[in-house]
Each structure stands twice: as structure tokens, then as C-alpha cells.
């Protein structure tokens, strides 16, 4: 069973940064992939970035480019990196691990507000 917790959220202006943190509570070298989701009001939760146990990383279109995703298996973390952000990047943010065995388990934290505005 693997624990996951956020960090990082908060109020921040348009065009500024952000770094979002989500620690687990056992090892994530065995978890094969790691990410990140967005729930805005009233909106389904989408994607934003993964990465693999490999660190092949996937990105949403809406964050190409300002967003940046880093797993540290030694420390069991997965950081977000959001540069250059926007007022429609305002969402809980989520963190999520997957872990393909003879099923697929999924785990999720309890969310972080990122709230954009000036």
C-alpha cells in the first residue's frame, strides 16, 4: 500500500511559478508510471504530466512547454515544475501512481489548490 502526499499549492499571480511536491510513503521504484491530474470547478479531472519508471514523460497540449515533471525514485517523489502560469491552470491538483502487476492499481493523494490570479 502506498501512501500519497501534496504539497506545494497555493495563490500565485499570472505568469509566475509554482512547484508542487507529492511524497509516497513506501518505495516508487516499482510503481510504473507516476503523474499528475487537474480537477477545476465543475470540470472533469484531467491529465496534465506523466512519467514512466523509465522517465519517459507525457504532457498535456494546455502545459507543453511551462510544465515539468521529475520522478526521484531514491527519495520516492515526483515534482511538478509550472512555469509561465495562467489563470485557467487554477485546479486541485492531484498526484497519482500506477502499478501494473497481474491488475492495475492505482493510488491518489488527497490534492493541492492552485489557485492563479491576480
Known amino acids: 500500500q502506498v501512501q500519497l502526499v501534496e504539497s506545494g499549492g497555493g495563490l500565485v499571480q499570472p505568469g509566475g511559478s509554482l512547484r508542487l511536491s507529492c511524497a509516497a510513503s513506501g518505495s516508487i521504484f516499482s510503481m510504473d508510471g507516476m503523474g499528475w491530474y487537474r480537477q477545476a ?18 504532457y498535456a497540449d494546455s502545459v507543453k512547454g511551462r510544465f515539468t515533471i521529475s520522478r526521484d525514485n531514491a527519495k520516492s517523489t515526483v515534482s511538478l515544475e509550472m512555469n509561465s502560469l495562467k489563470p485557467e491552470d487554477t485546479a486541485v491538483y492531484y498526484c ?8 492495475v492499481i492505482e493510488y491518489w493523494g488527497q490534492g493541492t489548490q492552485v489557485t492563479v490570479s491576480s
Not at 41 to 58: D, I
Not at 96 to 103: E, G, H, L, P, S
Open 41 to 58: 470547478a465543475g470540470k472533469q479531472r484531467e491529465l496534465v504530466a506523466v512519467v514512466t519508471r523509465g522517465g519517459s514523460t507525457n
Open 96 to 103: 497519482k501512481a500506477v502499478q501494473v502487476t497481474n491488475r
